[in-house]
């Protein structure tokens, strides 16, 4: 089955500066990648999604990247905020209500 | 997308006993997921419930632990039962997005379930 590693596990930037979340997959037959933001004591949000015709999408602070070749995609949070700080969660899936796998998540840390 | 809530939003519960989680959308939708995500860890898929048949699990879990029912395209629920303190965990709710087939999931806020 599908396989889903991300990096890092524990992130702190300084209020204003880019953090940069990777994660990779093990199926080559996957072709969605969505994103999910998870604050404490609630459930995670779908914040941006990437499909494997599309090798970036952008949504204002947020873009994702994704490289099928070697099989890896990132999240990539500009000017970050104090209220970006959260887990986030990569995920893979090979579409058609088929099972998602995630990531192990990465807990962000924004300092003001 | 959808709105989904989800009942109890937390519980504490003795050891043996069980407990059923309700999750109740706004509109209706294909397939609903369950999701287990203990303490600090990511979400684990239990089962997919489907509307008119029997839910489909996932390696590891078992009908007799974690039976649910789909009587509806807006409501589903997750019993625990016979509930050990291994149960402690975030019990979620997901949704596909629409009728029509997509990979978009929305989850739920979540059943926050102690076991002592």
């Known amino acids: 089955g599908e396989n889903v590693e991300q990096h890092p596990s524990t992130l702190s930037v300084q209020e204003g500066d880019s953090a940069v979340i990777k994660c990779t997959y093990s199926?080559?037959?996957?072709?969605?990648f969505p994103w999910y933001k998870q604050e404490l004591g609630k459930g995670p949000q779908l914040i941006i999604d990437?499909?494997?015709?599309?090798g970036e999408k952008k949504d204002q602070r947020i873009a994702v990247t994704l490289n099928k070749t070697a099989k890896h995609f990132s999240l990539h949070i500009t000017e970050t905020q104090p209220e970006d700080s959260a887990v986030y969660f990569c995920?893979?899936?090979?579409?058609?209500?088929?099972?998602?796998?995630f990531g192990t998540g990465t807990k962000l840390q924004v300092i003001p | 997308s959808a709105v989904i809530s989800q009942k109890p939003s937390r519980d504490i519960c003795q050891r043996g006993t069980s407990l059923t989680i309700q999750c109740q959308v706004d509109?209706?939708?294909?397939?609903m997921f369950w999701y287990r995500q203990q303490p600090g860890q990511s979400l684990t898929l239990i089962a997919t419930?489907?509307?008119?048949?029997?839910?489909?699990?996932e390696s590891g879990f078992v009908i007799d632990k974690f039976p649910i029912s789909r009587p509806n395209l807006t409501f589903s629920t997750l019993t625990v039962s016979n509930m050990s303190p291994e149960d402690s965990s975030i019990y979620l709710c997901?949704?596909?997005?629409?009728?029509?087939?997509?990979?978009?999931?929305?989850f739920g806020p979540g059943t926050r379930l102690t076991v002592l």
């Open positions: 997901s949704v596909d997005s629409s009728m029509q087939s997509t990979d978009t999931q929305y």
């Open positions: 199926d080559s037959a996957s072709n969605y």
């Open positions: 990437i499909r494997s015709n599309v």
């Open positions: 995920a893979a899936s090979t579409g058609g209500y088929q099972k998602v796998t």
């Open positions: 509109s209706q939708v294909t397939m």
């Open positions: 419930a489907n509307q008119g048949s029997e839910a489909t699990y």
